[in-house]
């Protein structure tokens, strides 16, 4: 190992990377304006969920009821017909409708348990639990209140108070912009090394590196040092300037711990994308393979979806990935302000998953060369 | 129309040009006469190649006026109708060609572009194939071709459609002696063929231009001298074209050039052989590509090596760097056999491949330094070091410029200096001056003889240069592999009787490949039988889109891992991401802080345990522990039941059960206060039936929930449908992405440029078998989800289908036009990530609908394609949905197709700039 020659090629890769505008360009975008759009995308907890309401009745019931949905959870319900009904929702355009039949208000005073109807779209399965179940709670308090009135029950003076610790409001553009950064971390190391590794390639510049009196393993080590360095700082400005400036995210956490942390993280991800272009003969190749390990990354990592609800076998097969152990990092300290204490397995791991790649893509690394 | 004399091809007046802030040609006012051989000859980088991309319309004309063929090149117009007319080969050893397709795949797609029928295609490719001795490597991928091969597989492809105005950028450069005396042969006959074409020759051999008709002595962006060869030596009084042109440049140009002097070697026994080769054999699968080779090379010796293109010099060169293994005999340095690993010998050996291999994206001087670095050199020696290399070399004006920016030659220049710069003991030096003027290859030659003679510095060069061949110690002419004749320059000469080298080169070659030289007389007479062809349909001709769609998948079927990626991969994906996204949550951790530790809390408590979406974990002391745990992430849920929670219940008073979530993850948090509530309502109305009885719990009405569509709310009914578009977006684009800018990074983008395609027929017919690769992938994942993953097909296959169609001209289209902006190949992998994975997750309605997004992103997911795909693929899976109910999802996708075409067409560009 011979530090300069390391430092060499590792500073010729980035002279490399300055000298396409496009592709800096594209840096700056994917850690800026990307993470800000796509997490001011996220709805802040059940938001505007779509409904209408089939009001029947047309009673002074039915209106309550139809009232009580207000943003910012659900959007005005639209008062509609009952053909209109399936038509939007077949559309996509409602995911909740509300049918409130003739004669409710009378046969309700009456004791006569009417039936109140709600469509779910069960195809929006984020919404359709939750939202239930918020309908039912909000209609279910409107109709009690209404009768409180008229009659009264008996109840259980049992309350249960939810707080919601980290994140009191459920937001999920804090989360999402967490998890939006990860994901341009991950991206672009991968693309950097790899991609910049087959370039060199299809235009013969390794060949006549390898005359040279360098080592395959100063060859990687330059390129997994420099494009590292490159996201790192990349990442550290999104932290401060988009997620913490702009879109306003208190993170109680460590910075410093987590852009340690993220450092293994691209250790990892950086050979991950080596060892890739050693699979791919070209270019195009390369492309297909990035998707094909990129896509399973993004969303199976724990960083869209909960990883409790994946069955057990990807669960298991995910722990091979640096994403999944840095989404547990990023939760644990940039929210709940764990400390080293806590994250130190993740920290291991990571980076016994950075050697193993690391290690595999060097020997394979020498092979591509020859 | 015509403006222009008859008897001329090109005027140009005035023209100037400019990179940047580098003025490349400057008032350029010359008149290029039909029917003759026109060179062009100059040192490197004065503006030879620029002025024939100019004429050829492969570069957008700057200042001054160009007409070509009676027209002006600055119309769109005129350029479209007169390119069929003209012919350009542009400089670089068939930087035009197509690696992956094979030789006769590479001229049949330019036969296409000219819109030449098949039968026609055929004879010309097999007559231009059988001329040029390239019939028996039809089926060779062009890219195992050697450089020589390529260039004449160049010339074939120029020359299919009959050109009026034939352009040449040095195109015998790098051929040997024979194939270049071939390829004038070729030239000449197609010439006597074609009675008033012209033929313009930018060119380094002297002894070449010396043929020609008329020449063009250009130097620093100007016209210095033109007239016919005779005028130029009789103007300057001199007897060479070598010397005429040096008579013509400026005295400081001038200046330091002399004669070469070349000090005999002393030769001196104790000086051991430092490169030896033994029987070296290698061979590749059943090809040997060197064939029992033997030399012996002493220190200090300049050791030139012979051969036509692809007889094996640049094989036996890569085994001497270590970058081969031979197959059998042995190769040793300094007396050692070679160890690849070795790094002290790798620091001794300065080797220059024949391609260009140094950083593109470096300046002169970044490059230079980084190898000095490489090589160990001292940090204080390396800026001195520098500055010698590049006086050396004549660099010292270019050493901020990047080296895609020089001509060839500069860049040649630059490659030996820096192949140099360690002061190697032995130089392995592969066509060191391919494309170098003269003046520069005297320079060059002065250096290597003072390195041999005064530095004891041991050359292995390979040239085509016989003027070069007789300045070396001793010559050894290699075919197939084989060594023809080895020794001093002069005996070898003298062996044949033949009266230059270049001669008895051809006698030896000749006497290997064992046949008389083709008489192209004969085998090309029928082109001028040939009726000219019917100038195709200028605005849009299918032909000329299908010469793409074919080149295009034949590249394809070249890479078959690309394409099983696209197909196996999506069914992969679609497995992987199915079954991952549940959305379901189940075994959430919960743990219990009891302070009343009764049997009332304890029920409680079991109620949550007890349910499925539950796990308990050990319970909670006290706060502490609570927001340790918590903060660990070791609890999702955590229950704190108040003390006399029991005794304050069977009182009636109010009494407050706390519930803690770790909010961290919202959508999981979302789903736990579900549970939760679910879960407290549920025991409410237990409790409420055990205190009070069962009428006490009836209801005033009930709610009747219908999940509509997905009756038991399963995840894959959910996403399986909204699976098929995210990756139906995501693999065509990436296999689009890269098609036209790989075309711009690899040089055959002046394919378009040149040729009468359109932009139109470009683009479409590139992106034809794209769509049809993403249909494949449609239907096996449309097979899947119904077979394997048991998503019922419920509405209609065919407003799918046709669905899918629209969609994947959408997403290739979109690849397109990524592909059409970006500048490399990494940039368009990383863009069309950014531009499709990113917003389709997110923007698309697959897991949030798009009716809850929020800000700009709600605007992005309304006009998103994947969105509408969504819902057609929701439709019709779930809903049980026809054409018609749809309509208003495909109307939007419709309107997506020529716009995404039209932008296409808009950036894509006919000429450089």
């Known amino acids: 190992m011979n530090l300069s020659n390391i430092w060499a090629l590792g500073v010729k890769e980035l002279r490399g990377l300055m000298r396409d505008p496009v592709l800096m360009v594209l840096i700056f975008y994917a850690f800026s304006l990307s993470i800000y759009t796509s997490s001011k995308v996220m709805p802040e907890t059940l938001n505007k969920a779509a409904i209408s309401v089939v009001d029947e009745d047309r009673s002074q019931v039915s209106r309550r009821i139809a009232d009580a949905f207000y943003p910012p959870y659900f959007v005005p319900p639209k008062l509609i017909t009952q053909p209109e009904m399936d038509a939007r929702m077949d559309a996509g355009i409602d995911t909740f409708a509300l049918n409130i039949p003739p004669n409710f208000q009378r046969q309700l005073l009456g004791g006569h348990r009417p039936v109140l109807q709600l469509n779910v779209d069960a195809t929006r399965i984020t919404q359709a639990f939750t939202g239930a179940g918020y309908i039912a709670r909000i209609t279910d308090a409107e109709i009690s209140e209404y009768l409180g009135r008229h009659r009264s029950q008996p109840a259980i003076p049992v309350n249960l108070t939810l707080r919601s610790r980290f994140n009191p409001d459920l937001n999920k553009q804090w989360f999402g912009a967490i998890s939006n950064v990860i994901t341009a971390i991950t991206l672009l190391s991968i693309v950097l090394t790899g991609a910049a590794l087959i370039r060199e390639r299809e235009h013969g510049t390794v060949e006549h590196l390898l005359v040279m009196p360098v080592t395959s393993l100063e060859i990687m080590t330059s390129k997994v040092w420099s494009m590292a360095l490159v996201v790192l700082m990349a990442a550290g400005a999104a932290f401060v300037v988009i997620v913490q400036g702009f879109l306003n995210v208190p993170i109680p956490g460590s910075l410093p711990l987590f852009l340690g942390a993220t450092v293994l993280h691209l250790f990892a991800t950086t050979s991950m994308g080596i060892f890739l272009a050693t699979f791919a003969g070209s270019m195009p190749q390369f492309g297909m393979l990035l998707v094909m390990v990129f896509l399973p990354l993004q969303v199976l990592s724990g960083g869209l979806t909960p990883r409790e609800s994946m069955p057990d076998a990807i669960q298991y097969i995910m722990l091979a990935a640096p994403d999944t152990h840095f989404n547990i990092i990023a939760q644990a300290v940039l929210f709940r302000g764990a400390g080293i204490d806590v994250i130190w397995p993740q920290m291991v791991t990571l980076t016994l998953i950075g050697a193993v790649l690391f290690w595999v893509a060097l020997r394979r690394f020498r092979g591509f060369l020859q | ?913």
């Open chain 2, 1 to 913: 129309m015509s403006a222009a004399p008859k008897d001329v091809a090109a005027q140009l007046t005035g023209v100037g040009l400019s990179y940047g802030k580098t003025r490349a040609l400057e008032d350029i006012t010359l008149e290029f006469p039909t029917d003759s051989i026109v060179g062009l000859i100059g040192p490197d980088g004065v503006g030879k190649s620029s002025l024939l991309a100019l004429v050829a319309g492969a570069r957008a004309l700057q200042d001054g006026q160009l007409q070509v063929l009676g027209g002006d090149m600055a119309s769109a117009r005129h350029r479209s109708r007169v390119c069929p007319r003209i012919a350009y080969m542009p400089q670089g050893l068939g930087k035009n060609l197509y690696n992956t397709l094979s030789v006769f795949e590479n001229v049949d797609f330019f036969a296409r572009l000219f819109g030449h029928d098949r039968l026609e295609r055929h004879r010309r490719i097999a007559e231009l194939l059988q001329v040029t001795g390239l019939a028996s490597f039809a089926n060779r991928p062009v890219g195992k071709l050697s450089g020589g091969m390529r260039q004449k597989l160049g010339l074939c492809c120029a020359l299919i459609h009959d050109p009026d105005l034939l352009i040449l950028d040095e195109p015998t450069t790098g051929v040997d002696p024979l194939s270049r005396r071939q390829f004038w042969g070729m030239i000449d006959n197609i010439r006597a063929n074609r009675p008033g074409m012209s033929v313009i020759v930018a060119t380094a051999y002297m002894e070449e231009a010396a043929g020609f008709d008329w020449l063009v002595a250009m130097d620093a962006g100007r016209v210095l001298a033109h007239g016919t060869p005779e005028e130029l030596l009789s103007r300057t009084e001199t007897e060479t074209l070598d010397a005429a042109f040096i008579a013509l440049l400026p005295e400081e140009a001038r200046a330091g050039h002399h004669g070469l002097f070349i000090p005999p070697r002393t030769v001196e026994a104790k000086d051991g052989y430092v490169i030896e080769a033994e029987n070296l054999t290698v061979r590749f699968g059943d090809f040997t590509a060197v064939d029992s080779v033997n030399f012996q090379i002493r220190k200090g010796e300049i050791f030139g090596f012979l051969g036509s293109n692809g007889c094996g010099k640049t094989t036996t060169m890569k085994v001497l760097t270590g970058l081969l293994e031979p197959s059998a005999g042995s190769a040793q340095l300094f007396g050692q056999p070679i160890d690849f690993r070795d790094i002290g010998v790798r620091k001794r050996i300065g080797y220059m491949s024949q391609s260009f291999s140094l950083y593109s994206e470096l300046t002169v001087r970044q490059n230079l330094a980084l190898h000095a670095r490489m090589f160990s050199l001292a940090p204080a020696r390396i800026a001195p070091r520098i500055e010698e290399m590049a006086d050396m070399f004549d660099l010292t004006t270019v050493m901020d410029a990047l080296p895609g920016a020089l001509p060839l030659g500069i860049r040649q220049r630059l490659s030996l200096a820096v192949a140099m710069i360690h002061d190697p003991d032995i130089l392995i030096l592969d066509e060191p001056t391919s494309g170098v003027d003269p003046i520069a290859r005297d320079g060059f030659w002065e250096i290597l003889i003072d390195l041999s003679r005064n530095h004891g510095v041991t050359i292995f060069v390979s040239t085509h240069f016989m003027n070069e061949a007789e300045r070396c110690d001793r010559a050894t002419l290699m075919h197939g592999g084989r060594v023809l004749v080895s020794g001093v320059p002069e005996a070898i000469r003298q062996g044949c009787g033949a009266s230059t080298l270049d001669d008895a080169f051809v006698y030896h070659l000749k006497q290997a490949i064992g046949e008389p030289e083709n008489t192209p007389e004969e085998t090309l007479s029928s082109t001028r039988a040939a009726p000219r062809q019917k100038q195709p349909n200028r605005l849009f001709s299918p032909q000329r889109m299908f010469g793409y769609t074919k080149r295009e998948a034949l590249e394809l079927k070249r890479d078959p891992i690309r394409a099983a990626l696209a197909m196996v991969g999506s069914l992969l994906l679609m497995l992987v991401v199915g079954y991952g996204i549940n959305l379901d949550v189940e075994d959430l951790s919960f743990a219990a802080l009891d302070y009343d530790q009764t049997t009332t809390s304890r029920d409680y408590i079991a109620q949550i345990s007890g349910s499925r979406y539950f796990t308990q974990q050990p319970p909670l002391q006290d706060h502490r522990d609570l927001d340790r745990r918590m903060r660990r992430g070791e609890i999702s849920l955590a229950i704190e039941i108040p003390p006399g929670f029991a005794s304050n219940l069977a009182r009636g008073r109010n009494v407050e059960i706390a519930a803690w979530i770790d909010g961290a993850m919202p959508i999981r948090a979302e789903t736990v206060v579900g549970y939760v509530q679910g879960i407290h309502a549920h025991w409410l109305i237990e409790t409420a039936r055990q205190t009070y009885g069962d009428r006490a719990i009836e209801g005033a009405y009930d709610l009747e929930v219908r999940y509509r569509y997905n009756p038991d709310v399963l995840s894959l009914v959910a996403m399986v449908p909204a699976i098929i578009p995210l990756l139906l977006m995501l693999i065509p684009a990436m296999l689009a992405a890269l098609s036209v800018v790989r075309e711009k990074e690899l040089g055959s983008i002046v394919n378009l440029y040149v040729t009468p395609v359109t932009r139109l027929e470009f683009l479409l017919g590139k992106q034809l078998p794209y769509i049809l690769i993403a249909m494949i992938s449609y239907a096996l994942m449309l097979i899947f989800a119904i077979y394997i993953f048991g998503v019922p097909l419920t509405g209609s296959l065919a407003t799918l289908t046709l669905g899918a169609l629209v969609f994947v001209t959408i997403s290739t289209g979109m690849g397109l036009l990524i592909s059409i902006f970006m500048r490399s190949q990494i940039a368009a992998i990383f863009g069309t990530a950014l531009a499709t994975l990113i917003p389709s997750v997110q923007y698309g309605g697959i897991i949030d609908p798009v009716s809850s997004l929020e800000g700009v992103g709600a605007v992005i997911g309304q006009i998103y394609p994947t969105t509408h795909f969504v819902t057609i693929a929701r439709g019709t899976f779930s809903k049980a949905l026809e054409f018609d109910d749809l309509a208003t999802s495909f109307l939007p996708l419709l309107i997506a197709v020529p716009v995404l075409t039209g932008l296409g067409v808009l950036f894509l560009r006919k000429q450089a700039s």
